[in-house]
């Protein structure tokens, strides 16, 4: 079995060649290790090999592992995220990837104010239509981010999406372009799209911060990523 660190070096070499096809450079991208459902020691491992930026997919256990990480590390909240988590939220995680609808936008800008922090946030978009994913619709994309951009305590840095599951990656690229020109359209940076199974597609098609769990943690990893 390869190890945490021969896999991350797999995974870059992937992103930097998919980058390199897209005629960008690789430095413009994040690479997010996907923790959910991870022990500890996997994080630090993952820290020992060079990664400081982390994604957690419920709050609770994003709680519990933090506390439990002595190494340096960066963390955001990749999962969807109920209004009544939000203060938690605010306080653990430096972005937020899943906003999806006004009134968990208003929570968050509320609890930050509370905190005194300007929260940088993601909204979701289900670009796929999907009934069992979050996510705004399109449409609903500019009336969210005109209301989402007058709260003051919240700065909208882009979108994110999880484009449907499937063999072939290349069926994800279609998703992936519409997600680019949406945020586009807005004048948005951040794209936050690509899992183990589709990154390289991403990359190609604007992705700026790509979720890897599984490649880089193997069948251990539980979630999806």
């Known amino acids: 079995m390869d190890s945490v660190r021969e896999n991350i070096c797999r995974v870059r070499e992937k992103m930097e ?5 897209a005629g960008r450079s690789a430095d413009a991208i994040t690479l997010l290790a996907v923790t959910k459902a991870l022990a500890p020691e996997w994080i630090e491992e993952a820290i020992a090999a060079g ?11 994003a709680r519990q592992k933090i506390s439990l ?15 009544n988590k939000a203060p938690d939220a605010i306080e653990l995680f430096e ?3 899943s906003v999806d609808s006004v009134k968990l936008a208003g929570e968050l800008n509320k609890w930050a104010e509370r905190a005194g922090k300007t929260q940088r946030i993601l909204l979701e978009v289900n670009v796929s239509g999907e009934a ?24 909208v840095q882009g979108l994110m999406t999880v484009a449907p599951f499937g063999q072939d990656k290349q069926k994800a690229r279609p998703y992936f372009r519409q997600l680019h020109e ?16 589709d990154f390289e597609v991403a990359i190609e098609e604007g992705a700026t911060l ?3 769990g599984t490649a880089i943690f193997g069948e251990r990893m539980k979630a999806e990523g």
């Open 69 to 83: 990480v002595s190494g340096r590390a960066r963390w955001h909240m990749i999962g969807h995220l109920q209004t």
């Open 17 to 21: 060649q998919a980058a390199v096809r």
């Open 95 to 97: 972005l937020i990837h």
């Open 132 to 155: 069992s994913k979050f996510g705004l619709k399109p449409d609903a994309l500019e009336s969210t981010l005109e209301r989402t951009n007058a709260m003051p305590r919240l700065e």
């Open 182 to 197: 949406l945020g586009e359209r807005f004048a948005l940076k951040e794209f936050s799209m690509g899992m183990s199974h």
């Open 51 to 61: 990664i400081p930026t982390f994604g957690e997919s419920k709050v609770q256990e």
């Open 210 to 212: 790509v979720r890897i």
